[in-house]
């Protein structure tokens, strides 16, 4: 008999910046439909400690417009064995703040470290905005269905009600709103 591959879901991004809340706030819903799932938004280096072990990373977290229109979903698989070992070193300088660091840097970071060798998906929401202190746009919001029914297509041996994690997403969306101005 095999074993469940083990799957780490991690919501990426920062609350604080309109869309960009996308990816914790959905990890957030998963986690409250009883879904495993790893909010990182505020320790996107140390998100590389979790990494040990896992056969499947996907990210949740809001990709800019050259992905299509805004609300539009797109999966993006991260392969580093791609890179040559100089774009690794690159893509992991100490030049690298916390605000510049991507999904493609956990995983490189991950990879390079030893921790992970699985395959790495990005579940990409189109953003329509990434302004401080703004809440995250209709569109954004209205695509957490179909950001769940790709997360679901995935991680197929994880048990994720999309119906569930759709409800709980909109009732935390609801109060977060409430912090930011139209």
Do not use: W
């Amino acid at each position: 008999m095999n074993a469940s591959p083990r799957i780490l879901i991690m919501g990426v991004g920062n609350r604080m910046y309109g869309d960009d809340a996308f990816g914790p706030l959905f990890a957030e819903a998963l986690e409250q439909c009883g879904v495993p799932a790893l909010n990182s938004e505020l320790d996107v280096f140390t998100a590389v400690s979790h990494l040990e072990g896992v056969d499947l990373l996907i990210f949740i977290d809001v990709v800019d417009k050259s992905f299509g229109e805004p609300g539009d979903v797109v999966v993006l698989r991260i392969d580093p064995r791609t890179l040559s070992p100089e774009e690794v070193a690159t893509a992991i300088s100490f030049e690298t703040s916390a605000h510049q660091v991507t999904p493609a840097h956990i995983v490189l970071l991950g990879y390079s470290s030893g921790f992970f060798r699985g395959e790495a998906y990005v579940v990409g929401v189109v953003s329509e905005h990434t302004d401080f202190a703004r809440k995250m746009s209709s569109r954004v919001v209205a695509a957490a269905e179909r950001a769940c029914l790709k997360l679901r297509e995935i991680a197929r041996s994880a048990e994720i009600n999309c119906v569930c994690v759709q409800k709980e997403f909109r009732n935390i969306v609801a109060r977060y709103s409430q912090e930011f101005a139209e």
